[in-house]
């Protein structure tokens, strides 16, 4: 069965470049959640998206956007990159956004900024 | 074959009952996680563990590293318990998912 497919897996960028990390979802899946998990931490989460809308934020920095596509991709872009961004990213989908849906992780991208 | 199973994939219980969900892994683990999201919600990290037992509250999560398994405990359940529970292993870059066991407690 497809999985959630996120790109690159791997990314090493430098410090004030850009990053733009894809997630594609399962099909038919309508909802996509981001989260990073920095080294040694728990994950946060930083945004979803239903229905190509935000529907909730969690602790996305101000230098990090993202949106969802019409084919429910979506793409987090992130900006002026720092040594804290280094971290595992990865997204979720889901139909619908109540828990009686269940919900397919990818495997998520390492970003490291040197 | 996935490399996280979780059980039960769905459970109601009712207030006050002691609720065990169980996680089993194949591969080798740095960490796993206990994740939960509410409707609608973010997830949120309930537990990190790469070995023995935490508490947080009404929260207990166990692993036990030889046999490959978790399990997550909730004493006294309430209905702001319902959501769903995730546990998620790490093995170097990657994240391997249960599916997910979706928690209703009944008033």
């Known amino acids: 069965a497809a999985g959630v497919i996120q790109s690159p897996r791997h990314l090493i960028k430098e410090k004030r470049e850009t990053a733009t990390l894809k997630c594609y979802p399962i099909?038919?899946?309508?909802?996509v959640y981001w989260y990073q998990q920095g080294p040694g931490q728990d994950p946060q989460f930083l945004i979803s998206?239903?229905?190509?809308?935000?529907?909730d934020k969690g602790s996305i920095p101000d230098r990090f956007s993202a949106q969802q596509f019409s084919d429910y991709h979506s793409e987090l872009n992130m900006s002026s990159l720092e040594l804290g961004d280094s971290a595992l990213y990865f997204c979720?989908?889901?139909?619908?956004?109540?828990?009686?849906?269940?919900?397919?992780f990818g495997s998520g991208t390492r970003l490291t900024v040197v | 074959k996935n490399e996280v199973e979780q059980s039960p994939q769905n459970l109601t219980a009712q207030e006050g009952e002691f609720i065990t969900i169980n996680c089993s892994y194949s591969?080798?683990?740095?960490?796993l996680h206990w994740l939960q999201q509410h409707p609608g919600g973010g997830i949120v990290s309930l537990f990190m563990?790469?070995?023995g037992k935490k508490k947080h509250g009404r929260l207990i999560a166990t692993i036990n590293i030889q046999e490959k398994h978790s399990s997550l405990h909730i004493t006294a359940s309430h209905p702001r318990d319902s959501a769903v529970y995730i546990c998620?292993?790490?093995?170097?870059?990657?994240?391997?998912f249960g599916t997910g066991t979706s928690l209703t407690v009944i008033p």
């Open positions: 979720a989908s889901s139909l619908g956004t109540g828990t009686a849906y269940g919900y397919t």
């Open positions: 099909p038919r899946h309508d909802t």
């Open positions: 998206f239903y229905e190509k809308m935000q529907s």
């Open positions: 591969v080798g683990i740095s960490a």
């Open positions: 563990l790469s070995s």
């Open positions: 998620a292993v790490l093995t170097g870059n990657q994240f391997y």
